[in-house]
């Protein structure tokens, strides 16, 4: 057990923050709705109805999407774009794909290389594009998570305020969905975009986010 | 556990994109409480097209008729045409149509379905419905 938690420690740690975070965030946000209900002169909510309501929904998954979107976009383009002198980056002439003896793949896989990474065909492909595919579907399912519960949302204010509803489609070209989607996206480009020309000139000992402190700031591609 | 993690995201994503969704039940009680309304108007039932106002909604009415509700209400022109199909719910909010074309909106509260706005009719593309009855 100990062994696990030693070799596990980040995941554990992430997971114990992004929970605890969730649950204050819940009741956060159900402060927040309940405060409403009182001004509007409707009746408050339990704890229970709010984590199962689409106003509860929606604040979960526009953040979510637009992680995934984050990590997505970043995997593909560190494929093809360098960052002279950051840890992200590759090092500049190794744009692209790689090739096999790089990635360990086919013939030059390792004994102890995952069974996909030495087979040919479609297995391969597919795994050499995993992370990238797994992470694609969870932002898309996420998007649309955050569209379905963000529409609910829109839609009951609207009865709320006697207006008429809209449908699903009609709420994908509206204001409220793409206000919501693009306040997550520039804050998530803003943080990455960042974090490699940061991490140029500047270090954490220790960290393999970063440089080595004493490595060069022209050096790319190296952790710490 | 990172096995885990995808299965714990679909469930998680499922879950979000049904919460809220207006089920069955939830439609059906609306619809319910709005003909409720539209019964007791028909019959010239004050107190009983009182007991689906919601607390706000009566309140206001009686502050601006300067009457008790059971009395105020009836002197309203509201429609008294039976809904027509189901209420359409979102959340805590839910209208339904009524069969002369107006409109009736109503609150989901603890003790059930309440009526929050009556004899709406549409305006202007974008705009608030005008109401005869809101809170």
Not at chain 1, 30 to 48: C, K, W, Y
Not at chain 2, 75 to 89: E, I, N, Q, W, Y
């Given at each position: 057990m100990r062994r696990f938690v030693k070799h596990n420690g980040l995941s554990l740690a992430f997971l114990g923050l992004f929970l605890a975070a969730i649950v204050f965030q819940a009741v956060a946000g159900?402060?927040?709705?309940?405060?409403?209900?009182?001004?509007?002169?409707?009746?408050?909510?339990?704890?229970?109805r709010y984590v199962t309501s689409s106003?509860?929904?929606?604040?979960?998954?526009?953040n979510w999407q637009s992680e995934y979107l984050q990590f997505t976009l970043f995997m593909l383009l560190t494929v093809w774009l360098v960052q002279r002198g950051s840890p992200e980056s590759k090092e500049l002439g190794k744009e692209g794909r790689?090739?096999?003896?790089?990635?360990?793949?086919?013939?030059?896989?390792?004994?102890d290389s995952p069974r996909w990474a030495t087979v040919g065909g479609l297995r391969r492909r597919l795994y050499e594009n995993s992370l990238l595919i797994v992470m694609g579907a969870i932002w898309i399912a996420t998007w649309f998570a955050q569209s379905v519960s963000g529409w609910n949302e829109y839609n009951s204010e609207q009865l709320d305020h006697q207006e008429a509803t809209i449908s699903w489609l009609g709420y994908l070209g509206s204001a409220d969905f793409w206000e919501r989607t693009l306040q997550n996206w520039q804050s998530e480009f803003l943080a990455v975009g960042s974090m490699a020309i940061l991490a140029v000139y500047l270090r954490q000992r220790g960290s393999p986010e970063s440089k080595p402190v004493g490595a060069a700031h022209e050096t790319t591609g190296v952790e710490g | 556990m990172p096995r885990l993690a995808p299965v714990a995201t679909l469930l998680a994503l499922a879950c979000a994109a049904c919460t809220g969704c207006g089920l069955g039940d939830r439609e059906r009680d609306a619809a319910a409480a709005a003909g409720r309304f539209q019964s007791a108007l028909e019959r010239e039932d004050g107190r009983a097209a009182c007991r689906e106002l919601s607390a706000e909604t009566a309140r206001t009415l009686e502050?601006?008729?300067?009457?008790?509700c059971d009395q105020a209400i009836l002197?309203?022109?509201?429609?008294?045409?039976?809904?027509?199909?189901?209420?359409?719910?979102y959340l805590l909010s839910a209208s339904v149509d009524l069969r002369g074309g107006?409109?009736?909106?109503?609150d989901e509260e603890p003790a059930?379905?309440?009526?929050?706005?009556a004899g709406c009719l549409p305006t202007e593309p974008g705009h608030?419905?005008?109401?005869?009855?809101?809170?």
């Open positions: 159900l402060a927040v709705f309940n405060d409403e209900q009182t001004r509007h002169g409707e009746s408050p909510i339990s704890f229970f106003s509860f929904g929606v604040a979960v998954m526009e790689e090739s096999d003896e790089d990635q360990l793949v086919g013939d030059h896989a390792k004994r | 502050q601006q008729e300067q009457a008790p002197d309203l022109d509201l429609p008294r045409d039976a809904p027509r199909g189901v209420a359409t719910v107006a409109v009736t909106f109503l059930g379905w309440k009526v929050a706005a608030p419905y005008d109401c005869e009855l809101e809170g």
